[in-house]
């Protein structure tokens, strides 16, 4: 089995095993590893007994403890692009997609992108193809009390998908406050979609006509934070 080391570690890489850097965002890791879909991770975890097991996975990535791949993760600096394949995503990649309510996106199979945001010199990131270590997510099972899944737990997926899809539909187009950052004076557009309870098109017409404030910092669009307050009626 792999060992993966973050940045600044103390341990020697073993010799042989080659170290790879996603972004700036990212850890460096060893890419021995076998990974798992992230659907075959929530079946082991539903199987083992884990509860809401699409969010407590998110939850134990950010702490460190279960770990996430990306086959191809972009960063998108203003003069720079880099591009990584089998990249580790990073404690702090993991929160800011908490933070900016897209961790729902991972069990899509498609491509997360994350706005750049200039004023948290935070560059704009595409993470496309997440996979997780099975040895990894075994550490969440074993917090849980469950044991070693049973062989036939894999035919599992299919359930899991079609009973869960609909919490997460209806729970995004649930208005978060919390969205917004205690004292910020702009957010993101991912940002104002989550605490508005809003989807992309429609901010994107709030902000034409005027009723949403869009600022730009070179290619990132901000919405001013007054502006969705008196959108939602909330007093300063």
């Not at 890489?13 to 170290?19: E, F, S, T, W």
């Not at 007994?49 to 600096?77: F, N, P, Q, S, W």
């Not at 491509?111 to 099975?134: K, M, Y």
């Not at 919490?167 to 605490?195: E, F, K, Y």
Request: glycine share 8%; hydrophobic share 40%; with cysteine.
């Amino acid at each position: 089995m792999a060992l993966l080391y973050p940045v600044g570690s103390v341990h020697e890489m073993p010799i042989g095993l080659v170290a790879v850097t996603c972004t700036q965002e990212t850890e460096t890791l060893l890419t021995a590893f076998h990974p798992i879909t992230p659907q075959q991770a929530i079946a082991i975890a539903e199987g083992a007994g884990v509860h809401d097991a699409r969010r407590v996975i998110v939850d134990y990535a950010a702490a460190g403890i279960v770990k996430g791949y990306a086959l191809v993760c972009e960063t998108m600096m203003t003069s720079e692009r880099r591009t990584s394949r089998g990249a580790a995503i990073s404690i702090a990649l993991w929160k800011r997609l908490q933070r900016e309510g897209l961790s729902d996106q991972v069990w899509n199979g498609g491509t997360l992108r994350l706005e750049a945001d200039p004023l948290n010199d935070l560059p704009e990131v595409s993470i496309t193809g997440v996979s997780f270590s099975q040895a990894s997510l075994q550490r969440l099972v074993n917090h849980h009390g469950g044991g070693t899944p049973t062989a036939h737990e894999p035919a599992q997926p299919p359930k899991v998908v079609v009973t869960t899809a609909r919490p997460i539909a209806s729970s995004r187009l649930r208005p978060d406050p919390s969205a917004i950052p205690a004292g910020a004076i702009t957010v993101t557009v991912n940002q104002a979609m989550a605490a508005l309870g809003l989807g992309r098109t429609k901010i994107n017409a709030l902000m034409n006509d005027g009723r949403l404030v869009r600022i730009k910092y070179d290619r990132s669009t901000r919405i001013e934070v007054e502006s969705i307050r008196l959108l939602a009626g909330v007093p300063s």
